[in-house]
């Protein structure tokens, strides 16, 4: 059983070892959130990552998750991002996820360095896996809350994504992108282009396809983006 407390304080007393005011900083203005940030560049977080998960290599899924709960809870945004790495390519552990744990995971959606991470690799792999089902997520892309929404679209990029064992969903991805195709939150835009550029590796006639249906409502950022990248591979 682990002991979540002393694992939780060991993992805020590395990041604070770690922790750079530039970076501090950085967060203001690059993914403002209400969590608190020790400010901790990417590869000094991996390396607190790799520490904890050694830690605990171990212990039962269900024991991981109750800990990635409680880390995800303390408000504290590098502390948040232990526990989604501690899940990344876990895909032993995700198995065991259900919706109260993604919920309890994403409590702390207000930015989008959090959606984009959870998104990857926290719900989307749990939805490949089939731990939560495809109402769920359309739940998620008419939440009035945009960082849900972006959560959703983001959620589709794990299903084609290689690194995450993707192997390319045309239909669930299109499911999601075409509910959100006259959104305009710019966060959730964005996600969109990330999303069908994604899938585009894997289905680019498809993608081409749902451009050319959808060209008169999608914003011009994702029929630019998502175009170029089907013409020359390239996001710009």
Known sequence: M?????????????LEQASDRSRQGLADWYFPTSMNVI??????????????????????????IRLCKEMALTGIFEVQHVAFGLLNKKYKIIEH?????????????????STDTFGT????????????DNKI???????????????ALVSTV???LKSQKGEGDIDRTLMICEMLVSDREDMVVK??????RELSKRAPSEVKGFIDRYDIVLAGRVTREVSKKLITGRKN
């Open 137 to 151: 997520v359309k739940g998620w892309a008419t939440s009035p809350d945009k960082w849900w929404r972006r959560i």
């Open 97 to 113: 996820l259900v919706l109260n744990d993604l919920l309890l995971l994403g409590t702390y959606m207000d930015n989008w360095a």
């Open 158 to 160: 794990a299903l084609n």
């Open 2 to 14: 682990i002991n979540t407390g002393l694992v939780i304080n060991k993992s805020i007393s590395l």
């Open 191 to 196: 996600a969109l282009s990330w999303a069908l």
């Open 121 to 132: 690799q926290v719900s989307g792999p749990a939805w490949k896996l089939n731990c939560i």
């Open 39 to 64: 400010g901790v560049k990417s590869d000094d977080l991996k390396a607190v990552i790799k520490i904890i998960r050694n830690d605990i290599i171990r212990e039962e899924p269900g024991h991981i």
